[in-house]
């Protein structure tokens, strides 16, 4: 089972940019694809963005343009995410081989 710790996340105005980061305990090239979902209150959890171990990415509709995912050749995995909006404010979170991390809180609000 893989361990995953996210960091990143913190309160930022409307229109402001936060980096995530995604460290694992095993390489990405052993796990496959890694993905970012979000779940907001009362909400159900989501997928925002995956990528590949071969740098493939997936982006949902509502953060196209705004969020990029990338890592780097060892075992981190990063969301850029731009233009912050009141809507992306949730708790995110990192996946991968069926494990979970504890999760990031992002508040966007003035």
């Known amino acids: 089972q893989v361990q995953l710790v996210e960091s990143g996340g913190g309160l930022v105005q409307p229109g402001g940019s936060l980096r995530l980061s995604c460290v694992a305990s095993?390489?990405?090239?052993?796990?496959?694809?890694v993905g970012w979902y979000r779940q907001a209150p009362g909400k159900e959890r989501e997928l925002v963005a995956r990528?590949?171990?071969?740098?493939?990415t997936y982006y949902a509709d509502s953060v196209t343009g705004r969020f990029m995912i990338s890592r780097n050749n060892a075992n981190t995995i990063y969301l850029q995410m731009n233009s912050l909006k009141p809507e992306d404010t949730a708790v995110y979170y990192c996946?991968?081989?069926?494990?979970w991390g504890q999760g990031t809180q992002v508040t966007v609000s003035s």
């Open positions: 996946n991968a081989k069926d494990s």
């Open positions: 095993q390489s990405i090239f052993s796990m496959g694809a």
């Open positions: 990528i590949t171990y071969r740098g493939s």
